[in-house]
């Protein structure tokens, strides 16, 4: 498979990456890997395993016996452990923080870029995270670089996480996103940034229909 062929989406936290992918994905029938929770994957191993996530040392020392796969049911994306699903445990906050810092590290960056591009050569993929654009796929044929502002993120966060039921503060919530943008734009390896050819989208006053029917006309006219 020709790696030219894919759609590398890259953006902050929350501003509706994977569910913009997935919309496009079903629409140009490609699949859609979420790079991200690769990273979380190697979170909950930490967590497993008593590491601290901040600690470069104890992650590189034990990294080679981390085994993270992914495989595909009824077309959603499973992430295995080790040989264990851990899909349901990546969402959690406290998996969310300890990606951050275990994102941070050149030993596991290393790792999860060579899966990603194992997997872009193996299908049409659309993918998304921090360094698709500029690192994992710098070929691919669209670049999207997808944003909103803090507040916009936060509102939407905010409503999903009332809807689901969960008690939660807005200032909080906001105050975590901004953290988040920082720590994933001033890491040292591959930081959050867009690729020169990229086309920068802002979501805060678009639709996610609107978001996803600009990507799939992009697409459609290279
Ligand atoms: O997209 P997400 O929230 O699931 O990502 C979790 C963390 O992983 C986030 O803090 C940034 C990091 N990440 C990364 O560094 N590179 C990627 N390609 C995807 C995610």
Known sequence: MNMTDSIAIDGPAGAGKSTIAKMVARELDMIYVDT????RAVAVWTCDE???PEDE???SEKLDKVDV??????????????GDDVTDRLRDEETGRRASLVSKHSCVRKKLVDLQQKLAREAR????GRDIGTK???DAILKIFLTASPEVRADRRFAELKEKGIDCEYDKI???????????????????????????LDSSDMTQD????QIIKLYRSR
Not at 69 to 82: E, K
């Open 69 to 82: 796969t992914i495989s595909y049911h009824d077309g959603q994306q499973r992430v295995l452990l080790n």
């Open 57 to 59: 040392c104890a992650v």
């Open 210 to 213: 609107e978001v996803a029917g």
């Open 174 to 200: 906001l105050a975590d996103i901004k953290e988040r943008d920082r720590s994933d734009e001033t890491r040292k390896v591959s930081p959050l940034k867009p690729a020169d050819d990229s086309v920068i």
């Open 36 to 39: 991200g929770a690769m990273y």
């Open 50 to 52: 008593g590491i601290v």
């Open 125 to 128: 993929v659309i993918m998304d």
């Open 136 to 138: 994992v796929l710098p």
